[in-house]
Nanobody, 116 residues
């Protein structure tokens, strides 16, 4: 099984930056596609923020393009989300996801709050 632990969340003012980390306790981390999702306050659905495949291909939601960067360090079993130019609408719980075929794992989430 894959255990995922997110860190790096917190409160920041609009225009600020945060870097989220997701550490996986898994010896074969490198074969998983990784993603960051978020769930805004009062919303039922989690939405994809960014993903990075096992081969390093990245994909971003339109609302974060040019502001967020996803990366992975397979040697450290860790995926990152660098978030710049944060907006109040980025406020959400951010979840790390690992996926391979029918297997999907989620972290507990980390709160990101963007406000003045």
């Amino acid at each position: 099984q894959v255990q995922l632990v997110e860190s790096g969340g917190g409160s920041v003012q609009p225009g600020g930056s945060l870097r989220l980390s997701c550490a996986a306790s898994e010896s074969i981390f490198s074969i998983y596609d990784m993603g960051w999702y978020r769930q805004a306050p009062g919303k039922q659905q989690r939405e994809l923020v960014a993903s990075i495949s096992s081969g390093g291909n990245t994909n971003y939601a339109d609302f974060v393009k040019g502001r967020f960067t996803i990366s992975r360090d397979n040697a450290k079993n860790t995926v990152y989300l660098q978030m710049n130019s944060l907006k109040p609408e980025d406020t959400a719980v951010y979840y790390c996801n690992a996926n391979r075929y029918f297997r999907s794992y989620w972290g507990q989430g980390t709160q990101v709050t963007v406000s003045s």
